[in-house]
């Protein structure tokens, strides 16, 4: 069972997603220093996270409480979590706050990673990673949802 981790760290203005309990073997910036990729032994993305910089909040996610520290069924074509929405299939994961804006174009791309990121109002609103790219498997089968402060 594959589960997607979302953690929202509001003490250091940013977030942590988990794609795989795979241990991390090194650390590589990207989009400029804005996104740091934990890769596996085999290059694949076990971690992404953005601490402080663009901001790097979800908007919305700090003032959902209720959403915090819980897990959330996902289907093979993702789900949603109060404001956080998850689209997966076998090419590509995105999460998204509030509604999927993939039909607009991205605000910062890392093609080597095949990563597209959407920001608005110096706020991270999206992601979309390939699935090629992660080091889990696809389905996600469940998004859990976590706050450092709210915990």
């Known amino acids: 069972m594959n589960a997607l981790k979302l953690e929202y760290d509001p003490c250091r203005g940013?977030?942590?997603i988990e794609f795989s309990s795979a241990p991390a073997t090194s650390v590589h910036p990207i989009l400029g220093g804005l996104f740091h990729l934990c890769k596996t032994k085999d290059s694949r993305i076990a971690r992404l996270f953005c601490w402080d910089r663009v901001g790097g909040r979800f908007p919305g996610l700090h003032s959902n409480?209720?959403?915090?520290?819980r897990s959330?069924?996902?289907?093979?074509?993702?789900g949603?979590?109060?404001?956080v929405q998850v689209t997966q299939s076998l090419e590509q994961?995105?999460?998204?706050?509030?509604?999927?804006?993939?039909q607009q174009p991205s605000t910062l791309q890392d093609e080597e990673h095949s990563i597209s990121v959407w920001i608005a109002e110096n706020q991270v609103i999206?992601?979309?990673i390939g699935m090629r790219s992660?080091?889990?498997?696809?389905?996600?089968?469940?998004l859990n949802l976590a706050a450092e402060d709210l915990k």
Do not use: C, T
């Open 14 to 16: 940013g977030f942590h």
């Open 65 to 69: 409480q209720a959403a915090f520290s």
């Open 72 to 78: 959330f069924p996902l289907n093979e074509e993702g």
């Open 80 to 83: 949603k979590a109060g404001s």
């Open 93 to 102: 994961l995105g999460i998204w706050i509030g509604s999927v804006r993939d």
């Open 126 to 128: 999206g992601i979309r």
């Open 134 to 142: 992660i080091a889990a498997m696809y389905p996600f089968n469940s």
